[in-house]
DNA sequence: CTCCGATTGAGAGTCAGTCTCAATCTACCG
DNA sequence: CGGTAGATTGAGACTGACTCTCAATCGGAG
């Protein structure tokens, strides 16, 4: 209706998209853009940004909120779920919390609130990062 | 117990102290140090980025990571809690999910996780929002 | 009152991310 | 095929939030 008529596969975003489908952790924009370089694409740094920010309005990819400030992107499956994020290694996994949900819409019932959604991330430290 | 003992109440850590008692919602560092100016009290921006900083870390106040990477603060009750806030007018509630917590902790053990924590808040349009 | 480390703040610096806009590319058309 | 409108790109300027630096100041233990 608005706005999926105007994609085009340029080379640029087929380098990104492919750098993404390489890792399974979570990417800053700048390490992507690090990475492409590394591998002889040359792709400027604001279109590395202006193309993780539309396939994640898209929702083909999920944000994650750095500490810092910083946002890191993965691509994931689809369906709505969550992330178990290891704090060493970054490793990632994805996770789904049918409880959770069905809380969050009894919360929002509660307090009368409409239109809500929810941030959910779960940090820890992997079985191998723990063992040396 | 260790660190404790260095922290000085002066007239700039009290103001701001205060001034997060009088808000109840949410408030970026630019917000608190635009208040104190308007009361009159002179702190220096530095100064209430360090105390938000130092409060934060003592878990005095609460931090919420706005989509802008901006950080908001909040004075709130100690006790592990989330947050419903409202997009339009950042009218926010404490809420308690006995329910996630113990879900959280099932997700951990069942990836073989340590350490974990987690970050959640929810996000929807308020009922006085909502009308009008 | 004295002294010393804690604290402050003006301003420079950092850094992720956004904007600008001319050059370039693509899809489509005749 | 060549022509053209509109999407896309990227170098570099810019923004905005936050941190650092360091000399001046403060506060409280003795
Ligand atoms: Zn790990
Ligand atoms: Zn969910
Ligand atoms: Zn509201
Ligand atoms: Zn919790």
């Known amino acids: 209706m608005s706005e999926s008529s ?3 596969p340029t080379r640029q975003r087929r380098a990104i998209t492919e750098a993404l489908a390489g890792a399974s952790d979570f990417q800053s924009a ?10 002889g694409e040359k792709v400027g740094l ?3 940004y202006r193309t993780l920010q539309a396939m994640a309005d898209a929702g083909e990819v999920d944000v994650l909120q ?11 499956s689809t369906h709505h779920h969550h992330h ?9 996994v994805e996770v789904t919390g049918p409880a959770v949900e069905s809380w969050a819409e009894a ?9 809500v959604s929810h941030s959910l991330e779960l940090f820890g430290i992997c079985a191998d990062c723990r063992q040396q």
Do not use: K, M, N, P
Request: glycine share 8%; with cysteine; hydrophobic share 30%.
């Open 6 to 8: 105007t994609l085009r």
């Open 30 to 39: 700048q390490d992507i853009h690090d990475s492409l370089r590394q591998a």
């Open 46 to 48: 604001a279109t590395v």
């Open 66 to 76: 750095g500490s810092g400030g910083e946002s890191a992107y993965r691509r994931c």
């Open 84 to 92: 178990l994020v290891c704090r060493s290694c970054g490793r990632t």
């Open 107 to 115: 919360v929002a019932r509660d307090h009368d609130f409409a239109e």
